[in-house]
C-alpha cells in the first residue's frame, strides 16, 4: 500500500473516531505529518483526495474541517477494501452472519409494531413479485436493514447502512434466478415469523438457513 493511501485511511479512521476539535477541524498538516511519518506532500495529497470524496474541506487560513463523519467514510472504506482485493463477497457474507444473526435475536425481543409493519410490508412484494427486478431487489434490502433497525441498537443499524450499497450487490449477485426465490423458498417470511412471535432463537436460525443459501448461490454464480 502507497504512503498516501495509508495516511488516507488514517484520517478516515481518525474521522470515524470523532478525533478533531470541537470545531470539527483534524490537526494541522505538521501534526499530521508527525502522526503518520510522512512529508508533508503525502499529507497533502491524501487530503486532496479525501476532499474530492466529500469527506474534509481545505479552510483557507483555518485548517482542514470535517464535512461528513457518518456512513459515507465507512462506506468508502468498504468498497476500497473490496475494491483493492483485500476481501471478497464471502467475506461480506461472513460478516452478514455476525451481525444479521444477533440483529435477528434483538429483533424478536425489542421489534416495534411499525418495524414490524414495514418488514412485512417489504415481504408481500417479494412474495407477490413475479420475477426478480430492481423493485425485488430493493425490497430485500429494505428488509434486512429494517431487521437491524428493529435490534433498537443504533450502532448496529448505522454499520449495516455502512455498507448499503455493498449489500445490494450481494442481493442481486445471489438472486439471479429463472423463479422468485422468496416465493419458493421462504427465507424471509421465516425471519419475519420469528420475529413476530418474539423466538429469537428460530429468528437466529432462520437468517443462518438464508445466509447458508446466499453463499452458495454466490459461489455458484461467480466462483465456480
Do not use: W
Not at 468498497?79 to 444479521?100: K, P, T, W
Amino acid at each position: 500500500m502507497k504512503l498516501v493511501e495509508k495516511v488516507q485511511l488514517g484520517i478516515e479512521e481518525m474521522i470515524l473516531n470523532k478525533e478533531y476539535d470541537e470545531s470539527r477541524y483534524l490537526p494541522s498538516e505538521g501534526d499530521l505529518c508527525v502522526k503518520f511519518d510522512v512529508s508533508r506532500a503525502t499529507v497533502r495529497e491524501a487530503v486532496r483526495s479525501l476532499e474530492v470524496r466529500g469527506f474534509v474541506k481545505r479552510m483557507h487560513g483555518k485548517g482542514i474541517v470535517v464535512v461528513d463523519n457518518s456512513v459515507k467514510v465507512l462506506t468508502r472504506s468498504l468498497s476500497d477494501v473490496i475494491s483493492r482485493g483485500e476481501s471478497s463477497v464471502l467475506d461480506l457474507i461472513e460478516v452478514r452472519n455476525i451481525i444479521e444473526v444477533e440483529a435477528a435475536r434483538l429483533a424478536a425481543e425489542r421489534a416495534l409494531a411499525e418495524d414490524l409493519a414495514q418488514m412485512e410490508g417489504y415481504l408481500e412484494h417479494m412474495e407477490t413479485a413475479l420475477v426478480m427486478d430492481e423493485s425485488y431487489y430493493t425490497n430485500d434490502l429494505n428488509f434486512h436493514l429494517i431487521m437491524a433497525k428493529a435490534s433498537g441498537n443504533p450502532l448496529l443499524y448505522s454499520i449495516m447502512k455502512s455498507f448499503e450499497p455493498l449489500l445490494r450487490d450481494v442481493v442481486i449477485v445471489s438472486s439471479q434466478e429463472d423463479f422468485c426465490i422468496e416465493r419458493q423458498y421462504g427465507y424471509h417470511r421465516a425471519i419475519f415469523e420469528a420475529i413476530r412471535a418474539g423466538k429469537g432463537e428460530e429468528a437466529m436460525t432462520a437468517v443462518k438457513r438464508h445466509m447458508k443459501a446466499t453463499s452458495d448461490n454466490v459461489h455458484m454464480r461467480i466462483l465456480s
